[in-house]
């Protein structure tokens, strides 16, 4: 990986793109690159620079120094550029082939350059459009096992862990998602959006105080469990795929977290489109989110088994302890990312892009329904065929 060096921050056009791109070895010599802004994120700019004569590319992608969703009045820090990168590179070197080759990076001008994904299509878009991606769900599978296991304290001395912990803080990008995630939709907020026929659904959850405690329980969980390197935002947006192929991107939320809210928030972006679904297609939806966790379990056993610290691996039961929390955690993170994609600032296409209002109402209160009852029931769903059939249950 490289170091681009420039002077100072400035955010990047279509033209200083192209030159930044021309500083590395990627391209032969006096190729003729085209760029384009290809950026429908919330944060960032990201530039496709392609070789006109053979078609190559490269991306690069720019931290701004505001949410772009909002404008100059959200700023944010422009570390998160460096945290992506780095993030990137440790879960490339713990789940090969899942994440894109990291080309060059640069810290003053918050950019990474890597891999173009374009012969892939984001996951959120193609299933949308029905396609059914048969390695998604074994693919995630492995990531989280790998990435989650390896960067923990069942794998890691404590120093080695506690150091990339402090590596990976990222205080600015988890407050967004202590606000958005765990607080602003169990209030009457500001940031909050929905359509007015949902809004006596939206205050019932305001005034459910059981479900606001619980919400609290998991924010806490989130705030202060430091269990293993996380994603941070992984979500049906954040992965490329193709029949053959998964990549994941995006990972500037990364920092050190409870494992379970990586799992929960893919988990919760599946069962959205599960909801969205009927007949063959949402049967394909539900057996990504059996798979997904059946296949994680699989493989983190497998690891516990092969490289656990042998204080851990020595205590009977430990291991499936540890499981059925991250399980417990998992659901609970599922159910708030629900509902903040229903009500909350960021909502998903899978939702909001259905053209027959009355359809899209009906779906939306039952995303609301099924993220109450995972928060709420969380405890006593005691495995994944349990939470599909609630699933079916709130979906009636």
Known sequence: MTTL???????????????????LTFFPEGAELTSREIGDGNLNYVFKITDSENGNG????????YAKVVGESWPLTLKRAAIEANALAKHGELAPGLVPVVYATNDELAVTVMEDLSHLTI???????????PHLAKDIGIYLAQTLFHTSDFALHPFDKKR???????????????????????????????EPKI????????????????????????????????????HTGSIFASETETKVIDPEFAFYGPIGFDIGLFLANLMVQSVTREGEGRSIILNHIKQTWTVFVDRFSELWDEQAAQSFKDTAGYKECVVEKIFRDAIGFAGCEMIRRTIGLAHVKDLDGIEDAERRIELKKQTLRIGEALILQRSELLSISAVLALLEEKSQ
């Open 5 to 23: 060096l420039t002077n100072s921050y400035k955010a990047l056009t279509d033209t200083s793109a192209i030159a930044l791109a021309q500083k």
């Open 164 to 194: 990339l912990a402090v590596e990976f803080s990222n205080p600015e990008l988890c407050k967004i998602t202590e606000d958005l995630i765990f607080t602003d939709p169990f209030f009457d907020h500001e940031t909050n959006d929905f």
């Open 123 to 133: 996951v959120r878009e193609g299933l949308i459009q029905g396609e059914t991606y």
């Open 58 to 65: 490269l991306i690069i992608k720019q931290a701004l120094p």
């Open 199 to 234: 809004r006596g659904e939206v205050e019932a959850i305001w005034n459910n105080g059981p479900l606001k405690l619980e919400a609290a329980k998991l924010k806490t969980s989130f705030l202060t469990e430091a269990e293993a390197l996380l994603h941070g935002d992984l």
